[in-house]
């Protein structure tokens, strides 16, 4: 049976126009209303940016044929899933069916103060699906098979997340695939080896300017790092389930 991928271009436009837009409506809020944060913070503050995200990765569901699942997404339900280094972990989309554990989702954004930010979200991705992985192997989510773990970075395409980086290491050699690499493809380089050293069952980049509220203008990095794999992945994993 063929996937059914749900025109996820147009869908995937129709997110990014969301995901700035909200942004704006979170910033002049926050300026309305006089608070200090009113910067760069102010606009993630509303906490639904990728929203539009969610929905796709919810047609697809439906789509591919499991119409039974449970979807929890951000509300009253709780996001979490237990731990093996910590207690608990809060995703941002889980996916079960009968009581088993189909899919957990995390979805970022990053727009400027790219350097720290960079950091912290790498070593975020790699902790949580490291967490989540051991805990599995210890028998946290019962004896099913492995669900699908996905991440999804969409990240501003600016001059910032474009320029090439120096890298200063005063002991041993910075990798060389690091040397020169803008953060952007810092990122595309993050997805690709998490995907390789089995962290994540699919992980995407996508790059897009703040022009982007009016037009959805988003383009991938590579394609093994594109949303069309990512949704190529996550559809084939859902097929899979609806078959099982």
């Known amino acids: 049976m063929a996937l059914k991928l749900v025109n996820y271009q147009k869908k995937a436009a129709e997110s990014v126009k969301a995901f700035w837009g909200n942004r704006e409506a979170a910033h002049q809020k926050q300026v309305e209303a006089g608070k200090t944060d009113a910067g ?21 569901i439906e789509a591919n044929g499991l119409k039974n699942a449970t979807i929890i997404r951000q509300g009253r339900i709780p996001l979490t899933l237990p731990g093996y280094f910590r207690p608990t972990k809060m995703w941002d989309m ?15 954004s990053q727009v400027g103060s790219f350097g720290n930010n960079f950091n912290n979200r790498t070593e975020e991705a790699i902790g949580t699906a490291h967490d989540l992985w051991t805990a599995y192997r210890e028998g946290a989510f019962g004896d099913s098979p492995r669900p699908f773990v996905g991440w999804l970075m969409l990240v501003e395409d600016a001059v910032g997340s474009r320029r090439p980086i120096r890298d200063r290491s005063d002991h041993f050699p910075v990798r060389p695939e690091f040397q020169g690499a803008s953060y952007i493809e810092r990122y ?26 009016q037009t959805g203008k988003f383009s991938d990095v590579s394609e093994l790092t594109s949303l069309k794999m990512f949704v190529i992945n996550f559809a084939a994993h859902i097929a899979a389930e609806a078959a099982r």
């Open 40 to 60: 760069s913070r102010g606009a993630v503050t509303g906490g639904k940016n990728m929203d539009g995200f969610v929905a796709l990765l919810i047609d697809l």
């Open 94 to 108: 889980l996916v079960l069916l009968d009581n088993r554990l189909i899919a957990a989702v995390e979805l970022k």
């Open 188 to 213: 595309n380089l993050l997805c690709r080896k998490l995907v390789q050293e089995n962290l994540y069952s699919s992980a995407a980049v996508l790059a897009s300017p703040r022009t982007a509220m």
